[in-house]
């Protein structure tokens, strides 16, 4: 893999957590104005579908969507939309840096699905990373010692849990074009976000309505910009860049809502963030060693 494309999938995915983080901000900031949660996640979808098709247009083109994997995408569709309730919840329960800094722990249930549902083999190290990851989570919820909603710290864990698990079921569409999952999971998903949304109908002053569309907008540029990254570079040269989000969750809870991170967030997000990078550079190490042993074999 050539150095070009690994630059091209790194800034890719800057600017993915750029647009994510955005989005996160638009999320709080709506629902500090009186959107509900099915109004954010409604105009989430929503919103993102133009962004969607005009990348599909200008790129591989409307037959690029015919799929012969249907229910594969609803399961995708099925499991990222409960994923986005968590992980909006969060970002409304929590400040922005904390609900950020959870996010971290996305490598670390990618560990426990792997070892508990996929029977993959895990090593001490990757089991002490894992530990370790945990010593970190405790260390900004610190349980007792602070006035972190443990619901919305547990919400925030959830919504890394369901991460974890798009990533897996993603692995049985590998085959399918980046933009085509994008689109599955925009359009299978709007019907059951739109049923909550009909009964939370309210009127907003035209800032707000102008928030709920950015953050489709944001959604979807930070989400075509996150799965093109994945196609140019291997996951072990982008995962480090999505730390940067925590960068960008603290200037936005600092400029819009006047919020800077915990003590207990700044001691514990460095455990955390060492504790995944060590898990994806572990990854990436035995993947290289097994490529090796099959190449010898041959």
């Given at each position: ?8 999938g ?26 509900t ?7 989430r ?8 098709l ?6 591989p083109?409307?037959?690029s ?7 594969g ?7 990222g ?32 699905l ?7 083999k ?56 980046a ?25 907003h ?13 944001a959604?979807?540029?930070g ?6 990254a ?6 072990a ?11 960008w969750?603290?200037i936005?809870?600092?400029l ?5 991170p ?5 001691l ?31």
């Amino acid at each position: 893999m050539s150095d070009d494309r690994v630059l091209k999938g790194i800034g890719l995915r800057l600017i993915a957590i750029f647009f994510l983080s955005t989005m996160s901000a638009f999320v709080k900031l709506a629902e500090s104005r009186g959107a509900t949660l099915s109004e954010t996640m409604f105009f989430r979808q929503l919103c993102a579908l133009p962004v969607v098709l005009a990348f599909v247009l200008a790129g591989p083109g409307l037959a690029s969507l015919r799929t012969t994997r249907l229910k594969g995408h609803a399961k995708r569709a099925m499991v990222g939309l409960v994923g986005m309730v968590f992980t909006f919840g969060a970002v409304m329960l929590l400040p922005l840096a904390e609900a950020t800094t959870f996010q971290f722990t996305v490598p670390i249930f990618a560990t426990l699905l792997g070892a508990l549902v996929l029977g993959e083999k895990t090593g001490v190290q990757r089991w002490a990373a894992v530990l370790v990851g945990f010593a970190g989570v405790l260390l900004v919820v610190r349980p007792g010692a602070s006035d972190m909603s443990l619901f919305g710290a547990g919400v925030g864990l959830m919504a890394a849990m369901f991460v974890a698990i798009v990533a897996i079921v993603l692995r049985q569409l590998r085959d399918e074009p980046a933009t085509t999952t994008v689109f599955y999971f925009t359009v299978l998903t709007l019907p059951f976000i739109a049923v909550p949304y009909a009964f939370h109908l309210k009127m907003h002053d035209p800032l707000t309505w102008v928030v709920l569309v950015s953050i489709g907008l944001a959604g979807g540029l930070g989400q075509l910009a996150l799965t093109g990254a994945s196609r140019l570079a291997p996951v072990a040269a982008v995962v480090p860049m999505d730390y940067s989000g925590l960068i960008w969750a603290t200037i936005y809870g600092w400029l819009i809502f006047g919020v800077l991170p915990t003590a207990g967030t700044w001691l514990g997000a460095p455990v955390i963030i060492a504790s995944g990078l060590f898990i994806v550079w572990r990854e990436q190490r035995l993947g290289k060693q097994q490529t090796s042993s099959a190449a010898a074999e041959d």
